[in-house]
């Protein structure tokens, strides 16, 4: 190296070494401010690649959930970043404990510039730790719904359904009201309100809203949905439809297909709703004005007329068999179709609106029909009652639409209603070659024993009127 090189180079180190100022007893340097930027990048490159190694790789093989891998990451790269960054002040000459008056000073300005910083900080760690919102999570919070992307030590990021990202700064997560859809499941309730015609039948209302709640696949069975007559409004009467899904998050797309479904029942029975609405009902326009020569469509037949034409339901009143439309279910079966396999255990109580049941016996040998319930019989109080697997398989044998009551809905009619009582204890007496059937299946439970098994319809039938208590 030339001697006027040599000199220019060590004129330049002299340069980077000549001390700028003090710090406490440390002389700093523009050679030491540089290398301890350094040696601070290293330690944050570091706790990133730590966070990174920790929450994707060692926490994801110990089957660790994804909240879970958030948190611990967080922790673990804070604690990393302090320490790397007390390590290498002290590795600088930096004596710690002279600068804690000084740090201490500094921190009440700091604090007062940085206290939004710092409240978000805080709240970070409490939603890390307290964990009551967590990654993935589906939440509503300020007006807005979407799922939490990530969690971080000063804000967390929400999509939104539109596809956004919403980066929300922790303290106002912390310091107000969210909704959580996910805290213990995606089970969620949809409100539909409706607003019809005073004179509407609130009846004929209760069963089109029930009907199209049934007719959505979304809407849950259990809980069962149910009406809600609100209100006698200022311009109709006001119900509201509630059904319970599994994915509240599909909400708004589960309440459009409702009301398309509402639309259509009401249109089809000629179900108004008041010309003028509050905000937020559901709006049907009129039915156009037809000239007087077109055809009216013939509205289907309402599951209450259908109801009301079987002899041990004609006696109920209007009240009475509101109860019952909202105690069971319509369910549609297509010809051929099974509706329980021989030895399963469906427990409900069928009632044949329209179509056919064919029920078959099978064994390894032969196969062949024992009964036929046609429109307005009913079956499967047997196994029912004696909470035994079916004795035969049902099949439809057309296009067949029965109505469907729970166990303890039925068991409640019987209880309450005494002529219905009558009805099913009467027609196990014609019902004495299925009952057989059942007999090998009450014996191996060990309900019939052979004393009884000659005459297992007139034991039902004792059995029966004394849980249930004598006609009035």
């Given at each position: 190296m030339t001697p006027p090189l040599q000199s220019w180079v060590d004129g330049l180190m002299a340069g980077l070494d000549a001390p700028l100022f003090d710090l406490g007893t440390q002389p700093v340097s523009l050679s030491w401010l540089l290398e301890t930027a350094l040696l601070l990048c290293l330690v944050a490159l570091v706790t990133h690649g730590a966070k990174r190694l920790l929450k994707n790789r060692l926490l994801r093989r110990f089957g660790i959930g994804e909240a879970n891998r958030e948190v611990i990451a967080a922790l673990v790269g804070f604690v990393v970043a302090v320490t790397g960054t007390v390590l290498v002040l002290q590795a600088k000459g930096l004596n710690l404990a002279n600068l804690a008056m000084l740090a201490g000073g500094l921190g009440i300005g700091v604090g007062l510039g940085l206290q939004e910083l710092t409240k978000n900080l805080a709240s970070g760690a409490t939603l890390l730790g307290e964990r009551k919102l967590k990654v993935g999570d589906l939440i509503e919070f300020d007006g807005k719904t979407g799922l939490i992307q990530e969690i971080s030590?000063?804000?967390?990021?929400?999509?939104?359904?539109?596809?956004?990202?919403?980066?929300?700064?922790?303290?106002?997560?912390?310091?107000?009201?969210?909704?959580?859809?996910?805290?213990?499941?995606?089970?969620?309730?949809?409100?539909?309100?409706?607003?019809?015609?005073?004179?509407?039948?609130?009846?004929?209302?209760?069963?089109?809203l029930l009907q199209s709640a049934f007719a959505e696949e979304a809407v849950l069975r259990e809980p069962a949905p149910k009406v809600i007559f609100r209100q006698f409004g200022e311009y109709g009467l006001e119900f509201l439809l509630w059904v319970w899904v599994d994915r509240i998050d599909r909400s708004l797309s589960i309440h459009s297909s409702l009301n398309f479904i509402i639309e259509y029942h009401f249109?089809?029975?000629?179900?108004?709703?008041?010309?003028?609405?509050?905000?937020?009902?559901?709006?049907?326009?009129?039915?156009?004005v037809r000239e007087s020569n077109e055809a009216l469509p013939v509205p289907p037949r309402t599951l209450r007329a259908r109801l009301l034409s079987l002899p041990y339901f004609r006696n109920f009143d209007e009240l009475q068999i509101r109860g019952l439309i909202e105690m069971g279910q319509r369910r549609e079966l297509e010809a051929d179709q099974i509706l329980v396999n021989q030895g399963e255990r469906e427990h409900a109580f069928c009632i044949v609106l329209c179509g056919a049941i064919d029920a078959f016996y099978e064994n390894r040998k032969i196969s062949r029909r024992v009964f036929t319930f046609r429109e307005g019989e009913f079956f499967g109080e047997l196994p029912l009652l004696l909470n035994m697997p079916y004795p035969t398989t049902l099949r439809a044998v057309e296009r067949?639409?029965?109505?469907?009551?729970?166990p303890e809905s039925f068991l409640y009619l019987l209880e309450r209603y005494p002529r219905l009582k009558q009805v099913v204890l009467d027609e196990m007496d014609k019902r004495r070659e299925q009952v057989q059937l059942c007999r090998e299946s009450l014996r191996a439970l060990g309900v019939l024993d052979d004393d009884r098994v000659a005459n297992p319809v007139t034991w039902l039938r004792e059995r029966l009127t004394r849980f249930f208590g004598t006609q009035d």
């Open positions: 030590i000063r804000a967390t990021v929400i999509r939104t359904f539109r596809g956004s990202e919403l980066i929300v700064p922790n303290s106002e997560l912390t310091n107000h009201s969210v909704e959580n859809w996910s805290y213990s499941s995606r089970r969620g309730r949809i409100d539909i309100p409706v607003q019809v015609e005073f004179g509407t039948d609130p009846v004929l209302v209760t069963e089109l249109r089809l029975h000629g179900v108004r709703v008041p010309q003028r609405q509050s905000d937020g009902w559901v709006g049907i326009p009129d039915t156009p067949t639409s029965l109505f469907v009551i729970p």
